[in-house]
């Protein structure tokens, strides 16, 4: 990246998490241009790119029998929302403190908490409804007992719980594979609609997303971001039992609609996006250099003394200025705030870009080199060391 004063970056920051093949990618800019160079939007069913696409997602990933486009993240995690309400008739929903779902009112609470925030109401903006954000209960990741007493506090009266896949929003915070079960489990028994939201972590962290790697299926999926490397588009992909009641189908009830959903310059971009990902080398390649990424900078912390865990899975990787275990967003109020933006802000100092803001995770893209992890993790060690 270059900014207005001419001063370049390595970008790690990835506006956010889109960029997996890297910025401007050439064939993704190819397909998007050839889809202009066709009909654009007509507001009538469905075009090809979304046929196309949907079939791509059922083809990857292991929830999806039906698919839904949008064009940004919030607007599939909004639609969840209503669909999961829609088929159970029921009002509450249940989200874990520290992760992020989109802007809107229903979801947007207890994301980057302070600690006197804790286990309360915190909504993440002025002029949310006090309504959406009584029907959104806050439990603890990685603790089932949590979500069990918020559904016997709640009977019969939650629709569903909502789980960012991996918890990236506040860096990484990797979800026990017990505890997902244990919310399978536990939304079977009680008739409750989960949700796997994978806004980030679809297409990045493989074909299938993260539910593929922890072998765990949820009713609905939201997938934007890497889909499209950059571009406008994200997918809501569920079971045909819970999808076949959005008003697409003769008969279905919970409304869906919006006149760019399956934009052609989304869709396109989205089918070019999964057919760089899908012989596998993207993600070996961005996985081993996340690997070798995290590797370097803890070895630097250990040797330099410095409290340091590098967090992270496949191409991310966030650098937390604390040490010991993490298991949920309690144990990152341990992380040293001040030391996490100073150590960021003297990166992109030296032209490294990582956005230096405490917790925020760093992607690896297809573009990125070897080379480029080694500079890295020189220029971490040098600042490192001036910190110390
Ligand atoms: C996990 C998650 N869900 C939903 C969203 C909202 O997506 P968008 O910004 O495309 O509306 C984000 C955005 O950062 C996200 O990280």
Not at 17 to 37: E, F, R
Not at 184 to 191: F, M, Q, S, V, W
Request: with cysteine; charged share 20%; glycine share 10%.
């Amino acid at each position: 990246m270059r900014d207005v004063d001419g001063n370049t970056f390595l970008d790690y920051h990835a506006a956010f998490g889109p960029i997996v093949l890297g910025h401007n990618d050439s064939a993704v800019n190819k397909a998007v241009a050839q889809a202009l160079a066709g009909p654009d939007i007509t507001g009538i069913g469905s075009d090809e790119g979304e046929i196309l696409l949907a079939e791509k997602v059922v083809q990857h990933v292991p929830s999806a029998e039906q698919v839904l486009c949008f064009n940004t993240g919030s607007e599939a995690t909004y639609m969840a929302v209503r669909l999961a309400r829609g088929v159970t008739g029921r009002t509450k929903l249940i989200k874990f403190q520290g992760t992020f779902h989109g802007w809107h009112d229903y979801l947007l609470m207890n994301i980057a908490s302070p600690a006197n925030m804790i286990g309360k109401q915190d909504p993440g903006s002025a002029g949310q409804l006090q309504d959406a954000i009584d029907n959104t209960l806050i439990a603890r990741l990685n603790d089932l007992e949590s979500v069990e007493t918020l559904i016997k506090e709640n009977t019969d009266q939650v629709a569903a719980i909502f789980l960012e896949a991996i918890p990236h929003n506040i860096g990484c915070v990797l979800p026990r594979r017990n505890f997902v079960e244990g919310l399978r489990r536990l939304c079977d028994e009680h008739g409750i609609v989960l949700v796997f939201d994978e806004v980030i972590t679809g297409f990045r962290h493989g074909l299938g997303g993260f539910q593929a790697h922890i072998g765990v299926t949820p009713d609905v999926t939201t997938m934007a971001k890497a889909i499209a490397n950059g571009y406008p588009c994200a997918v809501l992909a569920g079971k045909r039992e819970v999808m076949r009641h959005f008003s697409t189908e003769p008969g279905g009830k919970v409304f869906v609609g919006g006149t760019y959903n399956g934009h052609p310059v989304g869709t396109s971009a989205a089918l070019a996006t999964i057919a760089a990902l899908e012989d596998g080398s993207v993600h070996e390649r961005t996985f081993r250099l996340g690997e070798k990424m995290r590797a370097g900078l803890s070895e630097i912390g250990e040797r330099l003394g410095i409290p340091l865990e590098v967090a992270g899975f496949g191409s991310v990787f966030t650098p937390y200025f604390m040490t010991g275990d993490i298991s949920d967003y309690e144990d990152l109020l341990r992380n040293d705030t001040t030391n996490d933006v100073r150590f960021r802000q003297a990166m992109c100092d030296r032209g490294i870009y990582m956005l230096p803001v405490a917790m925020k995770r760093n992607h690896i893209s297809a573009a990125h080199t070897e080379a480029d992890i080694d500079r890295t993790i020189d220029v971490a060690e040098t600042v490192l060391k001036s910190m110390r």
